[in-house]
């Protein structure tokens, strides 16, 4: 039951940071280097909540942290080494 909780919140979190549709507006002007745009703080904001998402499910599932590499990825290689798993 957690699982499909926490599978929802990562999905809704995906769906809410996804680009929205493209229109016939004209090109933005490129940001100046060095300068933070709004899409890195929405890449940062889903990258951290998807590492607390993954470390959560392992915490309750293991009782364990996520290795270095799982933390990298984003949480992604958690949850590929969790759906290879044979049960």
């Given at each position: ?17 996804a ?11 490129p ?57």
């Open positions: 039951m957690l699982k499909n909780k926490l599978t929802a919140i990562a999905v809704a979190v995906s769906i809410g940071l680009p929205v549709a493209a229109s016939a507006q004209r090109a933005p002007v940001v100046p280097a060095g300068s933070v745009g709004a899409g890195h703080v929405y890449g940062l904001v889903g990258c951290v909540i998807s590492i607390m998402i993954a470390a959560t499910d392992k915490g309750n599932k293991y009782k364990k942290e996520l290795t270095t590499d799982e933390a990298l990825t984003c949480g992604l290689l958690y949850w590929v080494r969790e759906a290879n798993k044979r049960r």
